[in-house]
């Protein structure tokens, strides 16, 4: 008698779907090894010098959504909203920004986007005003701006790219003028830098070659941890659980190292503002509570 081979057919299919879908969408990284975050030297190098930043702008330059599955391993399906943001710390006279989001017509394809071009526009005027312009790390979401900047020469001394976002696989050089990157000098540094008075940089591969952290201290003691895109959303470092296996393969993540930086994420004292680059819902608390000012101001 013949055997029926598609009921185990259908089976190893199935099977394999489920596989497939635990590995990639649901399950968490374990920490490949400890990240330590001394917020006590931090602080230290921050203030070294005096001459701290009096406070903190932000701009909202676009919203747009993915699957929730996408930014916590394991949560479904549901779009979870999503933000670009930049940041302008402000001296009575200095300034420096932190990311630059992207152009309209590049945030677009982001699904379920909506560009503000307004805001984009006062970040293009803020980029031409600042002093020093630096980036959590080298995806497009985060340089484009730079990239799209009509005067570039202009801004090119102020630019602060560091040799590993410079190059990283993960900058897109096709997004860039020819020749503006290479009229870049690369930022080189080891363990804690600081880069103008109160604020300070600290390497953090993982979610890509290039990330770091920046912490940045202001004169009446509030202090801000702008990580960019370790965690997607506050999730990610209260449950320390990541992106799922579909950003390794879709981004080249090392998950192993996110997983360590969010558990040295969770561990920070509470005065210390965790600055999550995408998150709309610690965006409008930390507004509302008065730790950032909406909209660059005087351009
Ligand atoms: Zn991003």
Do not use: C
Request: aromatic share 6%.
């Amino acid at each position: 008698m013949r055997k029926k081979r598609w009921p185990w057919v259908v089976l190893t299919l199935l099977l394999s779907l489920l596989i497939g879908k635990h590995v990639l969408l649901d399950s968490a990284a374990e920490p490949s090894g400890k990240y330590v975050i001394d917020v006590d030297a931090l602080h230290r190098v921050a203030t070294a010098q005096g001459g701290l930043p009096e406070q903190i702008e932000v701009e909202k330059i676009a919203d747009f959504a993915f699957p929730q599955t996408f930014a916590v391993a394991g949560g479904g399906f549901h779009m979870h909203p999503m933000i670009l943001l930049a940041h302008r710390v402000l001296w009575p006279n200095r300034s420096l920004i932190i990311d630059t989001a992207m152009a309209p017509e590049a945030s677009k394809e982001m699904p379920g986007s909506h560009a503000d071009a307004a805001a984009y526009g006062r970040l293009q005027a803020a980029l031409l005003h600042a002093n020093t312009i630096i980036v959590t790390h080298e995806h497009e979401d985060h340089v484009g701006g730079l990239a799209k900047a009509p005067n570039f020469s202009a801004l090119a001394d102020k630019i602060l790219l560091t040799q590993e976002q410079l190059s990283s696989p993960k900058l897109k050089r096709e997004d860039f003028a020819p020749g503006t990157l290479e009229s870049l000098k690369p930022l080189s540094y080891n363990g804690l830098y600081l880069v103008a008075p109160g604020v300070v940089l600290q390497k953090a591969p993982g979610h890509s070659p290039g990330s770091q952290l920046i912490y940045v201290e202001l004169a009446n003691g509030t202090r801000y941890l702008f990580i960019g895109d370790i965690a997607w959303t506050a999730e990610n470092i209260q449950t320390k659980i990541g992106r799922p296996g579909l950003a390794k393969l879709l981004m080249k993540e090392d998950r192993g190292a996110v997983a360590a930086q969010l558990q040295a994420l969770s561990e920070l004292p509470k005065d210390v503002h965790v600055v999550i680059a995408h998150d709309p819902v610690t965006y409008a608390r930390d507004v509302k509570a008065g730790l950032f000012h909406q909209g660059f101001s005087g351009l």
